[in-house]
């Protein structure tokens, strides 16, 4: 009996894939374990292998590569050669038969926009018995738009009129010899439109559902606040003092979050519609850039975690997500996610809510500004927070504390390590 192999579902957000590679060809056979194919999701591509009695000859293929397919449609059938598949591989259906062709309609009058053989040598521009320029309504319309002067144009309608055609067909850089009356200097467009049309990949199209969902269906409230790094700075200095891992601020951000959300379990939760769930556990989710768009893979258990192995775990998954080489239980569980563009030199913005997550933080670049330190005016070190909540599981004093807790954390990073 032949095998149907179906589009997997290989992450938890993935409705169709694409076929990024064909490790197999039809007529190749396939044993348990052995690779097929490599499949695009909306986060990672990822090498999917032939499962225990999934075993034959590769008689079709029915996604190529390059090519998209709903989860769970017909990617591959295996089975023995000279075997009748034609049933299994659903959804095909014969091409209708041609219809007759219709009669040739008599040849309609020719209008404006109908192509022209090139004119040899054209005539001199037509003009009206006013002395005006002969042109259609539409070729003035669209000479004034892109700023071409009627008569350094050459028409090729009746009698010399200047129509739509000639205009899309000007270049300036060609037609400079002036007409009989016009300025010796040809006028030159401003600039000229282009445009370049890219598909949309899985993983934006994933990107562009989730957040226009959370978007649209949660109630969004924002709570900002600045918090004094200069404890923070000496803190970090000191410890990358000739150590084997180097913390970031986004290291210790994620340490004090983790421990404020121990604190304040209300934004460590997730809306479920009749329902809240409050999570013990603590998974933070942190955002990182990737060319395609944005992926989260998942810090688990960052409340138990010392500063080094926060450090460690981060780069390791930041790297995996950079390369495409995350799994599933890399991007699944979050509780709570941290977006942060400091790097990028970004003061201040706010992010949109990771469902199933109840908040975000978005983390500002570290800026140095006047500060008022016992009466006196100094400079300080200040970062800027931004706390997106999902207003039906959390409210802002809520909100407020769990700020509060990370400015603590933050300010006085010794805290963190006790």
């Known amino acids: 009996m032949a095998i149907v192999i179906n589009m997997p579902r290989l992450s938890d957000t993935m409705t169709e894939g694409v076929v990024a590679k064909w490790h197999k060809q039809i007529g190749d056979s396939v044993n348990e374990g052995d690779l097929l194919a490599e499949i695009e999701t909306d986060k990672a591509t990822m090498e ?5 009695g999934q075993e034959g000859k590769l008689l079709y293929i029915g996604t190529g590569e390059g090519e998209t ?112 009356g016009a300025s010796a200097v040809p006028t030159v467009p401003v600039g000229v439109e282009s445009f370049t049309d890219t598909p949309v990949s899985q993983m934006r199209k994933v990107i562009a559902s989730r957040l226009s969902e959370s978007k649209n269906n949660a109630p969004h409230f924002y709570v900002t606040m600045d918090i004094d790094m200069d404890n923070a700075i000496a803190a970090r200095k000191a410890m990358n003092a000739g150590g084997e891992v180097k913390i970031s601020f986004n290291d210790l951000v994620v340490k004090a979050c983790a421990l404020a959300l121990k604190k304040h379990p209300v934004i460590n939760s997730s809306w479920m519609g009749d329902f809240i769930r409050t999570n013990q556990h603590v998974h933070i989710g942190v955002a990182v850039a990737i060319e395609d768009g944005l992926l989260v893979p998942v810090l688990r258990h960052a409340d138990q975690m010392p500063l080094a192995a926060i450090s460690a775990n981060v780069k390791d998954l930041a790297g995996k997500a950079k390369d495409k ?3 599933p239980s890399d991007w699944e569980g979050n509780t709570f996610t941290i977006s942060n563009l400091g790097m990028f030199g970004v003061e201040q913005f706010t992010a949109i809510v990771n469902p199933p997550d109840a908040g975000i933080l978005a983390v500002g670049g570290i800026k140095q500004v006047p500060v008022v330190k016992d009466g006196q005016v100094v400079a300080g070190n200040v970062m800027k ?34």
Do not use: C, W
């Not at 999917?48 to 225990?52: D, G, I």
């Not at 004119?119 to 042109?135: L, Y």
């Open 385 to 418: 927070v931004t706390l997106s909540l999902d207003h039906r599981a959390a409210d802002g004093a809520g909100g407020a504390a769990f700020l509060q807790s990370v400015k603590g954390f933050l300010e006085n990073p010794v805290t963190m390590l006790v």
């Open 69 to 180: 397919a709903p989860v769970d449609t017909v990617l591959a059938i295996l089975g023995k050669d000279g075997e009748d598949i034609e049933a299994l591989k659903g959804g095909e259906v014969a091409a209708p038969a041609e219809e007759p062709a219709a009669p040739a309609a008599a040849p309609a009058p020719a209008v404006e926009e109908t192509p022209v053989a090139p004119v040899a040598t054209p005539a001199p521009v037509a003009t009206e018995t006013d002395g005006s320029i002969k042109a259609s309504p539409l070729a003035r319309k669209l000479a004034a738009e892109k700023g071409v002067d009627l008569s350094m144009v050459k028409g090729s309608g009746d009698h010399g009129r200047i129509v739509k055609r000639d205009i899309d067909s000007f270049n300036p850089a060609i037609h400079t010899s002036p007409q009989p």
């Open 48 to 52: 999917f292998e032939a499962f225990p």
């Open 325 to 327: 080489k995350l799994q």
